[in-house]
């Protein structure tokens, strides 16, 4: 059984960073494209950054140059790091996973990925 775990989360002021981190049991990250997403009060949940195995990444383009998505395949753990962060970065943080093959023409789509975590809450005041 697939099981997502995130941690990291807190509150930060603007300019500050955090790493998030993303535990996965049940399968190997190796195999699996790995991703980031995020959901503030009142708004769509949205694709933050998307890994796969450290080949493919893409990034939204509001955290292009301040976050950065990696992984440690021998801890099974995928990692965020938030630099420079913004109040607007406020939003509960979810981790998804989908079993790898082919490069999504929309990774960074919900639909694309199949399991979830329950998610890391992130806020960042002014």
């Known amino acids: 059984q697939v099981q997502l775990v995130e941690s990291g989360g807190g509150s930060v002021q603007a300019g500050g960073s955090l790493r998030l981190s993303c535990a996965a049991f049940?399968?190997?990250?190796?195999?699996?494209?790995m991703a980031w997403f995020r959901q503030a009060p009142g708004k769509e949940r949205e694709g933050v950054a998307v890994?796969?195995?450290?080949?493919?990444?893409t990034y939204a383009d509001s955290v292009k140059g301040r976050f950065t998505i990696s992984r440690d395949n021998a801890k099974n753990t995928l990692y965020l790091q938030m630099n420079s962060l913004k109040p607007e970065d406020t939003a509960m943080y979810y981790c998804?996973?989908?079993?790898?093959?082919?490069?999504?023409?929309?990774?960074?789509?919900?639909?694309?990925?199949?399991?979830w975590g329950q998610g890391t809450q992130v806020t960042v005041s002014s």
């Open positions: 890994n796969d195995d450290n080949y493919y990444t």
């Open positions: 049940g399968y190997a990250i190796t195999y699996y494209r």
């Open positions: 998804a996973a989908e079993p790898g093959g082919r490069w999504p023409s929309h990774p960074l789509a919900q639909y694309e990925y199949n399991y």
